[in-house]
């Protein structure tokens, strides 16, 4: 039997693919926060705050060196201090501890090339941080490592320099406001008006920096290697706002509470777990910004005609690492094969079992070649492979037919019977997927039929709900709402208007007498039907009057009229 399986996508080799369509919202939307859950990214913020844990401290060391050169030195530090407790609605008493910390690092002793390792030493260590944000964002483009430990590292040491560089530019933002703020405006020759300028754009300026902070791990961390864009990305600017108002949710919270539920479950340890709680937050929505941009990447793909359905088109960064993996997997699994070839039991000791699911599943794996991971092509098009034929057995080596008649008939019986066997398993296979297809048909028409047997069921108990005498009530309370209030001035309208409506009775009455007198005279003087038999040119009898109405048209005649009273009279008519 021959089994279609799906087309087999490699990643790009050399560049992008091009995806100049617009990317959709709705569904890359949808399809992060599914690949949030499956891609366990709570777990995995989890272990980023460990790795932002042990990366704090060495980053503020390196700021703090940095603060050291560019700036003010303890002054600037102290204004930083300040700002960030404006911020977060504390007063610096209540920030002894970085302030302490801050003061000892400051105190430290060292020249040129002491400063220099301390700030080396401060970057290694924080780049831990970096490199488990690169491992989560090749789970998230389902791609292994394939740099070199020098070149990762050297590449994660540089994105550390920049980000603490960045977060420099950060805290000198935020410590240049106010009085600090004139005077270095006063010191440059900058007049008022420049210094009321900066006040207004410094928070959209951090905001900016924030989002470019984020959009380069975006972009320089997973090994992948994106095409040329924008400097911010999407998913960067949304990560950016969910933090922003997760950190505001947060801050109102304890700000509430006064952090009571944390005071009396951890006592002094509380500082410490609100921080691991904003920074495990962070990570959450950094996470998220890394899976929308992913799927928003993806929907462009998709929408420009890439098979971009399991597997976004980028071409890895380098591929030697996955290589060597590869030959080391391969290497094991050939060490597992001799060592359960030389164990001397029966190689067909699973093989030879009636399981003909297991079978087929062992040999359709061996017919569809070695495994296609980290190959590399152009991305556009599916590996060019041949349809798996999946045996129902393994492959035995074709003998000779003995030349004695009797070994040649029973050989021919035997090949006759393992044909026979083939074919039935074969077919007992193909009988099983269409008893499944034809079940899962069925599963879906019958589910089709309840819900179109459920909404008319609705519909019905609906219209039962409502007869014809609800219907007329209901109308009736409508007209209700509408209906004139009771006054003298309408009573006498009514008044008139049925003295009026009388007369015209009375009048039609008459009328309708006179012309039934009138007719009846007329007959009178008609011929009868004897009489006219003697007529010449006359065949037909004479016309008879109308005949009078029955009880029944009585009563309808009666209540329309009923009807139509009550209805001039709810008007004012």
Not at 281 to 288: E, G, K, Q, S, V
Not at 300 to 323: C, N, V
Not at 483 to 495: G, K, N, V
Request: aromatic content about 8%.
């Amino acid at each position: 039997m021959t089994v279609l399986h799906d087309e087999v996508i490699d990643r790009p080799f050399d560049e992008p693919p091009e995806s100049p369509a617009k990317p959709d919202w709705k569904v890359a939307f949808g399809r992060a926060r599914s690949k949030f859950s499956q891609d366990q990214c709570t777990d995995v913020a989890a272990a980023l705050t460990y790795y932002s844990m042990q990366s704090l401290f060495p980053g503020l060391v390196a700021v703090i060196s940095l603060l050291n050169i560019f700036g003010d030195g303890k002054e600037t530090t102290n204004k930083l201090v300040e700002s960030i407790g404006r911020i977060i609605g504390k007063s610096p008493s209540e920030l002894s501890t970085v302030t302490t910390f801050i003061d000892n690092v400051q105190a430290t002793p060292g020249g040129g090339l002491a400063l220099f390792i301390g700030i080396a030493g401060a970057l290694w260590s924080a780049s831990g941080y970096v490199g488990a944000f690169s491992r989560a964002l090749n789970k998230i483009y389902a791609v292994d490592e394939g740099r070199s430990f020098v070149k990762l590292k050297g590449t994660l040491l540089l994105i550390t320099a920049i980000e603490v560089i960045l977060i420099v530019l950060v805290a000198l933002s935020l410590v240049l406001s106010g009085g600090v703020a004139e005077e270095v405006g006063n010191a440059i020759g900058l007049g008022s008006t420049a210094v009321f300028v900066w006040d207004l754009v410094k928070w959209p300026f951090v905001a900016l920096v924030v989002i470019g902070i984020i959009s380069m791990l975006y972009r320089a961390t997973p090994n992948v290697r994106k095409a040329k864009g924008r400097l911010f990305s999407s998913g960067a600017m949304v990560a950016f706002i969910v933090w922003v108002l997760a950190s505001i949710a947060l801050v109102m919270y304890i700000g509430f509470t006064q952090g009571a539920s944390y005071q009396k479950t951890y006592g002094a340890f509380a500082g410490a777990i609100i921080l691991l709680l904003w920074l495990w937050i962070t990570n959450l929505a950094m996470l998220f910004g890394a899976e929308l941009d992913a799927e928003l990447l993806r929907t462009r793909q998709l929408k420009s005609g890439l098979p971009a359905e399991r597997l976004i088109l980028l071409p890895a960064r380098d591929t030697d690492g996955i290589d060597k993996k590869i030959e080391k997997d391969e290497k094991q699994v050939a060490d597992a094969i001799e060592l359960r070839v030389n164990s001397g039991g029966s190689m067909d000791a699973y093989t030879g079992r009636d399981n003909a699911e297991t079978a087929t599943a062992r040999d359709f794996g061996l017919a569809m070649g070695p495994s296609q991971h980290g190959k590399v092509g152009n991305g556009s098009a599916p590996v060019d492979r041949e349809p798996a034929t999946v045996l129902t057995r393994p492959t035995r080596t074709r003998e000779s037919m003995p030349t004695d008649p009797n070994d040649a008939a029973v050989y021919v019986q035997n090949s006759r019977d393992a044909r026979r066997e083939e074919a039935l398993i074969a077919a007992a296979q193909e009988r099983k997927v269409r008893e499944r297809k034809t079940a899962q048909e069925a599963k879906v028409k019958k589910k089709q039929a309840e819900k179109e047997k459920e909404r008319r069921e609705l519909e019905k108990a609906h219209k039962d709900a409502l007869p014809l005498a609800k219907e007329w009530e209901a109308v009736d309370a409508v007209r209700a709402q509408f209906a004139p209030r009771p006054s003298a001035e309408r009573d006498r309208i009514l008044a008139e208007r049925e003295s009026r409506r009388q007369a015209f009775k009375v009048e039609q009455a008459e009328a309708n007498a006179a012309k039934a007198q009138e007719a009846r005279e007329k007959k009178a003087f008609e011929p009868t039907a004897e009489s006219k038999a003697f007529v010449p040119g006359e065949a037909e009898g004479p016309q008879g009057a109308p005949p009078a109405p029955s009880v029944l048209e009585q009563q309808v005649a009666t209540e329309r009229e009923k009807r139509r009273n009550d209805w001039y009279a709810a008007r004012g008519l």
